[in-house]
T-cell receptor, first 117, second 114 residues
Framework: AQSVTQLDSHVSVSEGTPVLLRCNYSSSYSPSLFWYVQHPNKGLQLLLK??????LVKGINGFEAEFKKSETSFHLTKPSAHMSDAAEYFC???????????????FGQGTILTVHP | EAQVTQNPRYLITVTGKKLTVTCSQN?????MSWYRQDPGLGLRQIYYSMNVEVTDKGDVPEGYKVSRKEKRNFPLILESPSPNQTSLYFC?????????????FGPGTRLTVT
């Protein structure tokens, strides 16, 4: 079984300050991990993904995430928040059960990021 | 433009009246999937399809049906909708079922069942 826990349901930052969105996962197998962003009334867009290559992953719009196996974490960061970053963010783990890739995704509950001027 | 389309985008219906939400992708993707999004629960997978005529249950399949007769289309069928199926639904596709591939999401269908 696998699961994803996003540790904060809401995060509020000021424009220009760093962003940290926390995600812990559990998986019986080596997972792939993703961060998706959902702007209001929009579909989901991929920010970045980890698939067992480099542990520090760079994504779009200045976001990056670090895969830490020992801590089972995949936190999302950005050095300086912009107003346009206000959205809901989902951490996602993809299952790879027993050597067969099923492509089933398990989503975290989401973190709403608010950016104040 | 590469995209996943869903129709309708908004739907209000009554309990028990059968409905279908269509999903189509123009990227020649093998893998397609349906999710529902509810506040505080993230997205939960309803059904997925590895390829034409190959479908399987996700985490919350009860009350839903799917079919995959063509590669590009993956409709979601609610035979007898109930109020607890009021939700925001997303269709997604990816190149293959491999866990390494990202999924591309449609714009969503907001369903209300009264």
């Amino acid at each position: 079984a696998q699961s994803v826990t996003q540790l904060d349901s809401h995060v509020s930052v000021s424009e220009g300050t760093p962003v940290l969105l926390r995600c812990n996962y559990s998986s019986s197998y080596s997972p792939s991990l993703f961060w998706y962003v959902q702007h209001p009334n929009k579909g989901l867009q991929l920010l970045l993904k980890y698939t067992s290559a480099a542990t520090l992953v760079k994504g779009i719009n200045g976001f990056e995430a670090e895969f830490k196996k020992s801590e089972t974490s995949f936190h999302l960061t950005k050095p300086s928040a912009h107003m346009s970053d206000a959205a809901e963010y989902f951490c996602v783990v993809s299952r790879n059960a027993g050597g067969t890739s099923y492509g089933k995704l398990t989503f975290g509950q989401g973190t709403i990021l608010t950016v104040h001027p | 433009e590469a995209q996943v389309t869903q129709n309708p985008r908004y739907l209000i219906t009554v309990t028990g009246k059968k409905l279908t939400v269509t999903c189509s992708q123009n990227m020649n993707h093998e893998y397609m999937s349906w999710y529902r999004q509810d506040p505080g629960l993230g997205l939960r997978q309803i059904y997925y399809s590895m390829n034409v005529e190959v479908t399987d249950k996700g985490d919350v399949p009860e009350g839903y049906k799917v079919s995959r007769k063509e590669k590009r289309n993956f409709p979601l069928i609610l035979e007898s909708p109930s109020p607890n199926q009021t939700s925001l639904y997303f269709c997604a596709s990816s190149l293959s079922a491999s866990y390494a591939y990202e999924q591309y999401f449609g714009p969503g269908t907001r369903l209300t069942v009264t």
